[in-house]
């Protein structure tokens, strides 16, 4: 996804190290070999930012990505399309029954939808409840959980229905809008840029 990964040992190792950690780093706007040496001893979640891009220190690796302004947009979702290509691509369909689940495919009770379907990255406060948990649980703390970095984060989208979340994509549904026993209109949604793994 953009984001070059660079091991903190291997930098740690390498002599001259001011002199590597120049080099290597001089090409993305990092000039300051000292503030590179005070980086790879911090702790994570320190990072630098250049003109044109982020170094971020996360766990046992640097994590280098171009800056890119944050997507604050809301993409509203044609059900009735078959496939919608919004920053990334979803497939509806109808399904007779609820086949198993993966981490790009999601089978929803089409009737719990409300407000139809909507793509958005997270926001400050946003919350779900995580399927088979009991109660809700907050993004930030379901990615701190995950021990997610701020470029996945940033990158992360929601599938929602309002203000619901229905969907962490590639991660986990939510409770309120499974398939039930008494589902009569069960809603397949294909995560098609997702490789699965």
Known sequence: DGIIRVSVSDLANLSPKDAY???LFQPYGFTDWVALERLLEGTSGKQLISPNYILLKDRDHLLLKKQSPGDLKIYELDLQVSQTEAPISLAFSRASERGPASRNVLYVDRETLKEGLQLRKWRKGDYFYPLGMDGRQKIS???K???FNRFEKESQW???SGEDIVW???HRADERF???KDTTQILKIEWKDSEET
């Open 178 to 180: 499974k398939v039930r």
């Open 158 to 160: 929601l599938l929602c």
């Open 141 to 143: 703390k379901y990615f």
């Open 145 to 147: 959980d995950r021990k």
């Open 21 to 23: 950690l120049y080099e």
């Open 168 to 170: 962490v994509l590639g």
